[in-house]
Nanobody
Framework: QVQLVESGGGLVQPGGSLRLSCAASGFIFSTSFMYWYRQAPGKERELVASIFSAAGRTNYADSVKGRFTISRDNAKNTVYLQMNSLKPEDTAVYYC?????????WGQGTQVTVSS
């Protein structure tokens, strides 16, 4: 079955960096689009970044452009989110997401807290 397992979250000071990882299994990772979402307390889940399969084309929310970088390692079936210049408003649970055979799958999420 499809599994997405996020890791790498934690507490970081404003201006700091974190790298999130999402290890995928149970589907053909190399041809799948992969997404990072986040959900802050009291807010709706929002799309942060996406990466497409073949050419590795990426898209970002305006709020993270220039600070976050999504990447993938098809040999390791893993997608990453490098987050730099973190701000308190980046505090949220971050989720990995994919579509496989028309069904959406979420990871369990990893908490990112940006605070001094």
């Amino acid at each position: 079955q499809v599994q997405l397992v996020e890791s790498g979250g934690g507490l970081v000071q404003p201006g700091g960096s974190l790298r999130l990882s999402c290890a995928a299994s149970g589907f053909i990772f190399s041809t799948s689009f992969m997404y990072w979402y986040r959900q802050a307390p009291g807010k709706e889940r929002e799309l942060v970044a996406s990466i497409f399969s073949a050419a590795g084309r990426t898209n970002y929310a305006d709020s993270v452009k220039g600070r976050f970088t999504i990447s993938r390692d098809n040999a390791k079936n893993t997608v990453y989110l490098q987050m730099n210049s973190l701000k308190p408003e980046d505090t949220a649970v971050y989720y990995c997401y994919t579509l496989s055979r028309g069904t959406g799958y979420w990871g369990q999420g990893t908490q990112v807290t940006v605070s001094s």
